[in-house]
Nanobody
Protein backbone atom coordinates (compact mmCIF):
# COMPACT_ATOMS: atom_id res chain seq x y z
CA UNK A 1 0.00 0.00 0.00
CA UNK A 2 1.31 3.40 -0.95
CA UNK A 3 1.95 5.71 1.95
CA UNK A 4 3.27 9.25 2.24
CA UNK A 5 3.99 10.66 5.69
CA UNK A 6 4.73 14.34 6.19
CA UNK A 7 6.48 15.73 9.26
CA UNK A 8 8.44 18.71 10.53
CA UNK A 9 5.77 21.38 10.75
CA UNK A 10 5.33 23.72 13.66
CA UNK A 11 4.97 27.29 14.86
CA UNK A 12 7.66 29.73 13.82
CA UNK A 13 8.09 33.50 13.87
CA UNK A 14 8.25 35.48 10.63
CA UNK A 15 11.74 35.19 9.17
CA UNK A 16 12.26 31.78 10.75
CA UNK A 17 12.96 28.41 9.17
CA UNK A 18 11.54 24.91 9.15
CA UNK A 19 12.44 21.70 7.36
CA UNK A 20 9.64 19.41 6.28
CA UNK A 21 10.11 15.75 5.46
CA UNK A 22 8.08 13.42 3.27
CA UNK A 23 8.73 9.73 3.77
CA UNK A 24 7.38 7.61 0.95
CA UNK A 25 6.90 4.01 -0.01
CA UNK A 26 9.83 2.93 -2.09
CA UNK A 27 7.68 1.74 -4.95
CA UNK A 28 6.51 5.25 -5.78
CA UNK A 29 9.44 7.30 -4.60
CA UNK A 30 12.00 5.72 -6.85
CA UNK A 31 10.12 6.32 -10.07
CA UNK A 32 8.22 9.50 -9.49
CA UNK A 33 8.62 13.21 -9.44
CA UNK A 34 7.63 14.28 -5.94
CA UNK A 35 5.88 17.50 -5.05
CA UNK A 36 4.87 19.60 -2.10
CA UNK A 37 1.51 21.32 -1.95
CA UNK A 38 -0.15 23.48 0.67
CA UNK A 39 -3.62 24.52 1.68
CA UNK A 40 -4.26 27.64 3.70
CA UNK A 41 -7.52 28.14 5.62
CA UNK A 42 -10.33 28.98 3.23
CA UNK A 43 -8.19 28.51 0.14
CA UNK A 44 -7.65 25.81 -2.42
CA UNK A 45 -4.66 23.54 -2.29
CA UNK A 46 -1.78 24.97 -4.31
CA UNK A 47 1.49 23.75 -5.74
CA UNK A 48 4.65 24.69 -3.84
CA UNK A 49 7.55 22.81 -5.41
CA UNK A 50 8.56 19.61 -7.16
CA UNK A 51 11.73 17.58 -7.50
CA UNK A 52 12.41 15.05 -10.24
CA UNK A 53 13.92 11.66 -9.61
CA UNK A 54 17.28 13.10 -10.61
CA UNK A 55 17.00 16.01 -8.23
CA UNK A 56 15.93 18.87 -10.50
CA UNK A 57 13.63 21.21 -8.55
CA UNK A 58 11.02 23.73 -9.63
CA UNK A 59 9.24 26.23 -7.38
CA UNK A 60 6.13 28.34 -7.26
CA UNK A 61 6.92 32.04 -7.65
CA UNK A 62 5.69 32.75 -4.14
CA UNK A 63 8.41 30.58 -2.56
CA UNK A 64 11.23 30.86 -5.07
CA UNK A 65 14.48 31.90 -3.40
CA UNK A 66 13.21 30.98 0.07
CA UNK A 67 12.37 27.28 -0.17
CA UNK A 68 14.66 24.45 -1.27
CA UNK A 69 13.37 21.00 -2.17
CA UNK A 70 15.68 18.01 -2.22
CA UNK A 71 15.38 14.26 -2.07
CA UNK A 72 17.33 11.31 -0.76
CA UNK A 73 16.42 8.34 -2.93
CA UNK A 74 18.26 5.93 -0.63
CA UNK A 75 16.00 6.99 2.26
CA UNK A 76 12.85 7.41 0.15
CA UNK A 77 12.50 10.87 1.63
CA UNK A 78 12.01 14.35 0.22
CA UNK A 79 12.93 17.44 2.23
CA UNK A 80 11.51 20.95 1.96
CA UNK A 81 13.78 23.52 3.59
CA UNK A 82 11.79 26.68 4.21
CA UNK A 83 13.64 29.88 5.08
CA UNK A 84 12.53 33.49 5.53
CA UNK A 85 9.05 32.29 6.36
CA UNK A 86 6.16 34.73 6.07
CA UNK A 87 2.69 34.72 7.66
CA UNK A 88 1.22 33.94 4.23
CA UNK A 89 3.15 30.65 4.26
CA UNK A 90 0.82 29.43 7.01
CA UNK A 91 -0.92 26.30 5.72
CA UNK A 92 -1.10 22.55 5.93
CA UNK A 93 1.69 21.16 3.77
CA UNK A 94 1.27 17.90 1.88
CA UNK A 95 3.49 15.83 -0.36
CA UNK A 96 2.33 13.79 -3.31
CA UNK A 97 3.56 12.67 -6.68
CA UNK A 98 3.51 14.92 -9.72
CA UNK A 99 0.95 14.64 -11.17
CA UNK A 100 -1.04 14.13 -7.99
CA UNK A 101 -2.70 10.86 -7.13
CA UNK A 102 -5.87 11.14 -5.08
CA UNK A 103 -5.08 7.98 -3.12
CA UNK A 104 -1.71 9.31 -1.98
CA UNK A 105 -2.84 12.30 0.07
CA UNK A 106 -1.75 11.99 3.68
CA UNK A 107 -2.56 14.00 6.78
CA UNK A 108 -0.13 16.76 6.00
CA UNK A 109 1.87 18.81 8.47
CA UNK A 110 0.77 22.18 9.84
CA UNK A 111 3.04 25.18 9.39
CA UNK A 112 2.09 28.32 11.26
CA UNK A 113 4.06 31.54 10.85
CA UNK A 114 3.06 34.09 13.43
CA UNK A 115 4.31 36.51 16.04
Amino acid sequence: QVQLVESGGGLVHPGGSLRLSCAASGSIFSINTMGWYRQAPGKQREFVALVTRRGFATYAESVKGRFTLSRDNAKNTAYLQMNSLKPEDTAIYYCNTVPQKSDYWGQGTQVTVSD
